[in-house]
């Protein structure tokens, strides 16, 4: 079968020909267009994805810092509230020191004073006469019952009481100042 058709036609065929074929050449490249689009759209998909993925970690990380610095702080918090209180102590420590000092240094005084007016020493007597010296009345009695006196039977006399005649006491103990009257 033949068809038969008018050179308008035909005109107008090769017209929406060539258009087509435009039509065809932008179809292709937006199909050009639209392929580089969806590679950049996953490409930067990616990106995304692994940025998200990185801030995610850094934050982790900024977390257990903050959380590392935070513990750090109240460890160093503690030690200088300890150093603190040890400070004070040491400075309270120093204060009653200085003041033990004082207070030794007047009873030092004091002792000293009473020393040189009580310096006495203990003359062990027999019969009257000078056996020995001693720095105390214990030390005297302790020398006589070495000579053979009897360890009971010590006694003191009442104050003011009279000595009786030394030629008749076996053993006395006698105190008496040294370096000068008392």
């Known amino acids: 079968m033949f068809r038969i058709v008018r050179t308008t036609a035909l005109d107008a065929l090769h017209g929406d020909r060539a258009e087509l074929d435009r039509v065809r050449a932008?179809?292709?490249?937006t199909r050009t267009d639209l392929t580089a689009a969806?590679?950049?759209?996953e490409m930067a998909n990616d990106s995304a994805i692994r940025a998200e993925d990185t801030a995610e970690r850094l934050a982790t990380q900024l977390d257990q810092?903050?959380?590392?610095?935070?513990?750090?702080?109240?460890?160093?918090?503690?030690?200088?509230?300890?150093?603190?209180?040890e400070r004070d102590a040491a400075r309270a420590q120093v204060l009653l020191d200085a003041e033990d000092r004082v207070a030794l240094?007047?009873?030092?005084?004091?002792?000293?004073?009473?020393?040189?007016?009580?310096?006495?020493?203990h003359v062990l007597f027999r019969y009257g006469a000078l056996h020995?010296?001693?720095?105390?009345?214990?030390?005297a009695e302790a020398a006589a019952e070495a000579e053979g006196a009897p360890r009971e039977g010590w006694t003191a006399l009442k104050p003011g009481a009279a000595l009786p005649p030394a030629a008749e006491t076996p053993w006395r103990v006698q105190a008496l100042p040294l370096g000068g009257v008392d």
């Open 38 to 41: 969806q590679t950049a759209a």
């Open 26 to 29: 932008e179809l292709e490249q």
């Open 65 to 85: 810092a903050q959380r590392t610095a935070d513990e750090e702080f109240e460890g160093m918090r503690t030690v200088l509230g300890q150093a603190t209180a």
């Open 105 to 121: 240094r007047a009873l030092l005084r004091t002792a000293r004073r009473q020393t040189a007016r009580t310096a006495r020493v």
């Open 132 to 139: 020995s010296v001693h720095a105390s009345p214990e030390a």
